[in-house]
């Protein structure tokens, strides 16, 4: 999808929802300003560095992941409940989703970054190298979360998502890894292509 009329059509009307009567404000903002920023950023990059139309779609869905967080607070998602009846699971993973796409897409907006700045080379390198930057940003994350529960108490549960699962933060960073791996072995060549037509034009 390129970044145009509609990708902010889909981004504002997702927003808009999002951000009426939510479940708290502060957990609405601590769960969507990544979205807010990303959607900054892409913005006053648009001309100087417009990036692959994968990796716009990509950033779309994953914001739209975190809208969803924030309007009903990821241990309340529906989707989530679904899948405990569905599945039978004993928590609401969709907080899981949200932490496979942490993953999946920023692997794949270092690996463009990669190979269009020309800061690494070699397919291998850049594979790694992309992973490695996604399990730092989810590494980060759980800090900062981290960081909000030292410093609000009770109040951040809703934000973290923990459902009483010891593991969570483990599971966060594992749910990241399979992400960047998957982005690495299903879209790589995929993003090779569009990268390809994108420096020709």
């Given at each position: 999808m390129p970044f145009g009329p509609l990708w902010w059509l889909i981004f504002a009307g997702v927003l808009g929802w999002s951000a009426w009567r939510p479940h708290d404000y502060p957990t609405w903002w601590l769960e969507v300003t990544p979205a807010l920023v990303a959607a900054a950023v892409?913005?006053?990059?648009?001309?100087?560095?417009?990036?692959?139309?994968?990796?716009?779609?990509?950033?779309?869905?994953?914001?739209?992941?975190?809208?969803?967080?924030?309007?009903?607070?990821?241990?309340?998602?529906?989707?989530?409940?679904?899948?405990?009846?569905?599945?039978?699971?004993?928590?609401?993973?969709?907080?899981?989703?949200?932490?496979?796409?942490?993953?999946?897409v920023p692997a794949l907006v270092a690996r463009e970054l990669f190979i269009r700045l020309h800061i690494v080379q070699g397919r291998r390198w850049q594979a790694f190298l992309s992973v490695c930057v996604a399990l730092a940003i989810s590494a980060f994350y759980e800090l900062i979360e981290w960081w909000v529960a030292l410093f609000s108490g009770q109040a951040a549960e809703a934000f973290l998502g923990t459902q009483g699962y010891v593991w969570d933060t483990q599971s966060d960073m594992f749910m990241a890894l399979i992400g960047a791996s998957l982005a690495m072995v299903t879209l790589a060549r995929w993003q090779d292509r569009q990268i390809a037509r994108l420096t020709r034009a």
């Open positions: 892409l913005f006053f990059t648009r001309r100087r560095f417009p990036l692959t139309p994968l990796l716009y779609l990509l950033i779309l869905l994953h914001s739209i992941i975190l809208m969803a967080g924030g309007h009903y607070t990821y241990a309340e998602v529906p989707l989530g409940q679904w899948w405990m009846d569905w599945f039978g699971f004993s928590r609401n993973n969709y907080d899981k989703l949200g932490h496979l796409a942490q993953g999946f």
